[in-house]
């Protein structure tokens, strides 16, 4: 597979009519010298010194950028409030991982919350796939300021087998479940590995012992990309056909209405308006409601 013909066709995405106002507005942000970042709960970015007209460019290009799926961030006084709130789920993931040293992609990385965060662990590299040209933007405006080294690729899950080097620790984090392939995903994942190296991953899943899947006809919480929601017995299978040696269960833990919730920074549904309204344990499908299990798979 030829990337770099695929990088340049990706990069013209940037020209699109609904992406260009904002790379227009990142190239016409002032580069600041006095910067600080605290990679916290929140990622701060403080900026010396910074006056009261490019505080509202600021805010104006982050605004325009909405929706803000993954975060918190904060900009001096301005203060990002994504849907999500990420660092529950990293905070949740960050004692099963040592990064120090290490190669390390993060397949489906939205804006960059969960790279800017492994920054402090020290890896070697760290490289993040997303073929999405507004959450690209978004890592953008944010590194603008961050300056952080990483390199973000508008690429899908299914380039990592291809890409020009193998990793030692893959994050793949919210994507199976959009696969309609999820075996062939997993394999793709396993040859993106060094010999010794691990998969973190976390997906949608459904109670039983069984080693079975539900199969959503059209919807799933109102997500419409929905193929496979297993049980953690056939997850552990797919993995185990897709050539990995183990399978660890890090956490198993319901999507509840403080991890993602509406906020002005999306203007947009969120967890509220996907569960029944008079059975939160049900999505308005009538499924079981959304619960993730996060694993860590080992190729030897």
């Known amino acids: 597979m030829d990337l770099d013909t695929l990088r340049q066709e990706r990069r013209k995405w940037l020209t699109w009519k609904n992406i260009r106002p904002f790379q227009e507005a990142i190239a016409a942000l002032p580069t600041y010298d006095r910067v600080s970042v605290e990679l916290g709960d929140v990622v701060d970015i403080q900026i010396a010194d910074l006056s009261e007209e490019d505080a509202a460019a600021i805010e104006q290009t ?4 909405k929706p803000w799926r993954k975060g918190p961030f904060r900009i001096n006084d301005l203060f990002i409030d994504s849907e999500w709130q990420s660092q529950i789920k990293y905070n949740l993931l960050e004692p099963h991982f040592d990064l120090k040293g290490k190669i390390v992609g993060d397949i489906g990385c ?3 919350y969960y790279l800017f965060r492994m920054l402090s662990q020290k890896p070697e590299k760290l490289i993040g796939f997303d073929p999405s040209a507004i959450y690209y933007s978004q890592f953008q405006f944010l590194d603008h300021f961050i300056k952080s080294g990483i390199v973000y690729e508008l690429l899908g899950v299914e380039h990592v087998e291809f890409y020009e080097h193998t990793f030692d620790t893959l994050f793949c984090l919210g994507v199976l479940y959009h696969r309609s392939d999820p075996v062939a ?4 994942l396993f040859k993106g590995l060094n010999k010794g190296g ?4 976390d997906t949608f899943m459904i109670e039983g012992e069984e080693e ?3 199969t959503p006809r059209e919807r799933y919480s109102k997500i419409p990309n929905i193929y496979f929601v297993p049980t953690v017995k056939a997850l552990e ?3 185990l056909r897709a050539g990995f040696s183990s399978v660890e269960v890090l956490e198993i833990k319901k999507t509840d209405l403080n991890e993602q919730r509406k906020t002005e920074w999306i203007d947009t549904q969120s967890l509220e308006d996907f569960l029944d309204p008079d059975d939160p344990e049900k999505t308005v499908e009538g499924y079981p409601a959304p619960k993730r299990v996060y694993i860590k798979a080992l190729r030897v």
């Open 62 to 65: 982050a605004k325009q950028m």
């Open 185 to 188: 995903m997993l394999k793709s």
């Open 198 to 201: 691990e998969l973190i991953l």
């Open 110 to 112: 939205n804006n960059g």
């Open 237 to 239: 299978n797919w993995c």
């Open 212 to 214: 079975m899947c539900l």
